[in-house]
C-alpha cells in the first residue's frame, strides 16, 4: 500500500526545483492526496459542492492508477498512457474527456502556484461526438410509462410527479434533486419553479409550470401535509426520500436515476440507452414536434448556445429522412 508523504504547502515549495524544466522530488501522489494542497485547489476551482466532487473523484482515480504503475514523477507520456489505460478499460470518451479536463486543469493550477510544471498542457484530449444519438419517448410511450406508476402511496405518487416534472420541463436530475417546495412560486402571472441549474450556485434560474404538472406537485406534497398556501415558506426539498436512513433528506441523483430505470423498465422498455437524461431528450423533441420553434425549445432546456439545442432538430430530420426508404423501393418494388 503506498504511504503517503505529509506535507504542508511551505515544505513543497521548498521542495520545488527553481528550473520548472524538471520535475520537483516530491511525488504527485502526494500531492494529489496532501489535504492541504487539496483544499487550496478546491476553493480556487469557486465551483458547486457536484462539481468539486466530480473533480476529487477524478483526481483520486489518477492517483491510484499512479500508485498501481508506481509512478512517482508525472510527464507528458504520463498522461498518454492514462488515457490508454482509461480507454482500454472500456470508458466512454465522455468519461475519458472529463476525467482529462480534471488532469489537465489540476497541471495547470500546480504550475500557477509554481508547485508542479504544467505536464498536461500539450495533451490533446479525445473528441466527444456533440451530434451523438439522444435517446428519447414518443408521447404514447411517455403515456405508459406514467400509467404504470402505482399511486395509492406517498412513495408512488412522489415518483409519478418526479417523472411529470422531468418529462414536461426537461429538469436534470440533479436540478430536480436540489429543488425545494419554496421553488414554486409566482413571476408575474406564471407559476415557475426556480431551479439550481447545473454550473449555478444558486436557484437563479427558472422553469414555466406547466397547470397539469403543478396539480401533480400539489397532489404529491398534500400527502406530506403541505398545502399550497404554505409553498411559499417551506424550505423542504421538494422531492424527499422514503427510505429509513435518509427519510425526508433530499432524493439523491442516483436515487432518481433509479426511479427513472425501474419505472422505464415496468412499462416494457428496457433499452440500456434509455436513462433518467431521457426524460430531457423527451422534453426537447416533443416540444420540437409539436410546435415549438427553436429558441423556445433552447429556453425550456436553458441551453446557453443555440448550437446545442440543434442537435435535437438534426436528429429529427435523420429519422424523418425517407431516402433509404426510397432506395429500398427502387431495389424491391
Known sequence: MYEVQKLDLDQIHQLQLANSEELPKISMIDLILNEQVMSAFIVDLNKSQSTIKTYTRCLKSFAQWLAMNGIQQTSESTIKLYMQWLENQGRQPSTIHLYIVVVKRWFKWLEAKRIYPDVAKNVENVRVRKDSPKSFFQAHQVKKILDTVDQTSEKGKRNYALLVLLFTCGLRTIEASRARVDNIRLNGSQLVLYIHGKGHKTDDDYVPLPDKTYAVLCEYLSTRGIKPKDFETCKQPLFTST???????????????????????????????????STRHTAATLALTNGADLRETQMLLRHSSPTTTEIYLHQLGKLENQAGKDVANAIFD
Open 243 to 277: 427510505s429509513n436512513r435518509s427519510k425526508d433528506q433530499s432524493i439523491s441523483t442516483n436515487a432518481i436515476s433509479k426511479i427513472c430505470k425501474s419505472c422505464f423498465r415496468k412499462a416494457g422498455y428496457d433499452q440500456h440507452d434509455w436513462t433518467a437524461h
